[in-house]
């Protein structure tokens, strides 16, 4: 695929020609070159004659696709790759096939001292149910093992765990045979995470770095905190992402802020805020989101766990520390409290320096029509999964069965935050739902819910330009001249201008509109492969097959 004759003494100058450049700054570009770690020229075919005697590596695409890297704006790096190396019930089809899959790497890690293991979700099994402590107890020969529920709000836990855990039957979100949440699941996380060497831990998060990389994403924003990971998990990740080449990764730590005391001490963990999974509640399919209304199969309306008067202290305390603030809050009740409490840190220090911190709220899926408005008013990032909907939207899915279909209906309503000028950054929250950028795509293009579809397009914007725009830089995201060289190379098939629902507004497909096309992502069609990915102008995964 190239061709190089690069001295090591200098910042290597590299030709990239033959294929398609997705880039504002010229609509039909085929090459691209790239000095040290910025980009340097976007253009055409003939123009890259003149560059190509006077670099280090030419690069042929032979029709590839180059696309600024992707930016997963929401991300548990150290949690992805235990998933990806260890026990992982995502695609577990049944309780039976999630007791055999225990069972068998109970029997694969003898030497563990705490098994672990992620991904059980029992809404999409036949028997309807998660495992009983008993049916765990057996399937691990009754050693430890602590085992998330695909949201990561609630857990299983065998005796032997419990066991280790003073206290806990005595700890709110204790049950003798139901899923763990809230202070009861904290504390046993806190001991199965203990049980992690930092071996363990490093090799995990080399694990998901490798696995995103291989998916074309440049930037990771890492979601920690104290009832998370630690700070240990944080400062590690984030030495052994300055220290080896991988994607970019950005920390916050979710911890309440309410001094500069606190926020200087934000600061020295190197997380760039007090945001990410700062819980204003849980999560539906826990039945811990915090509704106004009760769940419609639960005579409850969840947990909150701020009220407007925290948030305020939180934002205001942030605001003038001159750090983001931010709040897992998916719940509609959450979703109030937490724009009230914007509101009142506004009053308190300023609208202009509350908007001009960029302050951010994860997963934002129960929205009304207020707090909407609110969002555009304080400038607040929506970070959203559109993943999410794919894996439970829907006239049949779990939102309809926690929710009932009228308000299940309502969210994640990714149109309307765009209408109102809501900024968007879309990811994941791996291992809730996979690193899969074009797969994130789809899902926001083709939700299940008509009305709250949006382009490929502004999709691809959010995806990619939005992660930065959510950490406060408008220079990166973007293939143009002078940004970071930060790009994936994609095989790809037809090229389009994709609008899947007329309700949206789109470009015209006229090749003369000069709008870059991007894969047709219609369900069923591959979806495109990578083949390269560049960070800072260095390769840091090549396709095996070149």
Known sequence: MSDSTAPLDRPRTVLLRGGTVHSPADPFATAMVVEGDSIAWIGSEGAADSFADGVDEVVHLDGALVTPA???????TTATGLALTGLDLTGARSLADALARVRAHAEARPADRILLGHGWDATAWPEGRPPTRAELDEATGHRPLYLTRVDVHSALATTALLDLVPGITSRSGYAP?????????????????????????????????????????????????????????????LRLAADEPGPRVFGYWAEQVTSAEDAGRVRELGAVGAAGDLFADGSLGSHTAHLHEPYADADHRGTGHLDADAVAAHV?????????????????????????????????????????????????????EATIAAFAEYALTASVQPAFDAAWGGEDGMYARRLGPERARTLNPYAALLRAGVPLALGSDSPVTPLDPWGTLRAAAFHRTPEHRISVR???????????????????????????????????????????????????????SGTPGLPDLTPGRDLPVCLRTVVAGRTVYEHPDG
């Open 458 to 512: 502004a999709a691809f914007t959010a995806h990619t330009r939005g992660g930065w725009r959510a950490l406060g830089r408008d220079d990166a995201g973007v293939l143009v001249p002078g940004a970071p060289a930060d790009y994936a190379v994609w095989r790809v098939e037809d090229l389009v201008v994709q609008v899947p629902d007329a309700r949206v507004a789109a470009w015209s497909t006229d090749p003369r």
């Open 70 to 76: 992707f930016t997963d704006a929401h991300v548990h």
């Open 177 to 237: 045979d139901a899923p763990l949440t809230g202070d009861a699941h904290h504390a046993v996380r806190a001991v199965a995470h203990a049980a992690i060497t930092p071996g363990q831990r490093t090799e995990a998060q080399r694990a998901a770095r490798r696995h995103a990389a291989a998916r074309g994403i440049g930037t990771l924003h890492e979601c920690a905190g104290p009832e998370i990971s630690g700070e240990d998990d944080l400062t590690g990740l």
């Open 316 to 368: 205001a305390a942030c605001t003038e520390a001159g750090i983001q603030a931010g709040f897992h809050a998916i719940g509609d009740a959450a979703l109030t409290a937490v724009t009230d409490g914007v509101r009142a840190a506004a009053e308190r220090v300023g609208a202009a320096r509350v908007r001009a911190a960029r302050h951010r709220v994860e997963h934002a899926e129960m929205l009304t």
